[in-house]
């Protein structure tokens, strides 16, 4: 499979506790997205990354977010402290020059 | 104002029939204009891009772009109900850096 990978698929938490995802965008594309999607609502962007480099992150990427690259290959998404508002679809797509946003299938969040 | 405008509908239209789904928006200096298409609980599907004024059409689909009025539209011909979804328009914005969205409208194509 050659597409965008999100692992977990779902993630049940509890209120306080930390959470990762992870990415694996197309090998060949050097940028990489996260988005977050609630019910009803259009994916909302939440941080960008041209090869290793953090190069875009939203006002909505409050202090408990934190999301790296390493090496510029997969990336990972780190919620600290969840927060039930916290609950919702958070998606990754990766692009190239000659391929626009493809997205994985998604991580599901719920914080009880 | 939002950046990327859509009705969320639904919009149902019989089987056979052309679906037409608009959006607008906001940032003039805006180049790049996409749709995606999202089944319920799946992740969005890049159907469309267009970077031009005019229409671009891919199979039962076509894609106007008018830069003037900011607007952008989606028509589908030939709707089958598996065209049912939600349809998202996305803009580039903020320097070319990332994809902006509108909610989306919902399409029902009925039998």
């Known amino acids: 499979d050659t597409g965008v990978s999100q692992d977990p698929r779902h993630k049940i938490t509890k209120r306080g506790q930390n959470v990762t995802f992870r990415c694996d965008p197309i090998?060949?594309?050097?940028?990489l997205y996260w988005y977050r999607q609630t019910l009803g609502q259009g994916p909302e962007f939440l941080t960008y990354f041209q090869n290793e480099a953090q190069l875009e992150k939203s006002r909505l990427l409050s202090d408990r977010f934190s999301a790296e690259r390493p090496k510029g290959s997969f990336s990972t998404l780190e919620i600290q402290h969840t927060e039930q508002g916290d609950s919702a679809m958070y998606l990754c797509?990766?692009?190239?020059?000659?391929?626009?946003?493809?997205f994985g299938p998604g991580t599901r969040l719920t914080v009880l | 104002q939002k950046e990327v405008e859509q009705n969320s509908g639904p919009l149902s239209v019989p089987e056979g029939a052309i679906a037409s789904l608009n959006c607008t928006y906001s940032d003039r200096v805006s180049q790049s204009f996409f749709w995606y298409r999202q089944y319920s609980g799946k992740s969005p599907e890049l159907i469309m891009s267009?970077?031009?004024?005019g229409d671009k059409e891919d199979g039962r689909f076509t894609a106007q772009l008018n830069k003037a009025s900011q607007y952008v539209s989606l028509l589908i011909r030939d709707s089958q109900p598996s065209d049912s979804a939600t349809y998202l328009c996305?803009?580039?914005?903020?320097?070319?850096?990332?994809?902006?969205f509108g909610t989306g409208t919902q399409l029902k194509v009925e039998l």
């Open positions: 090998s060949e594309h050097n940028r």
């Open positions: 797509a990766s692009s190239s020059q000659r391929e626009n946003g493809i």
């Open positions: 996305a803009v580039v914005t903020g320097g070319g850096n990332k994809l902006t």
């Open positions: 267009i970077y031009s004024n």
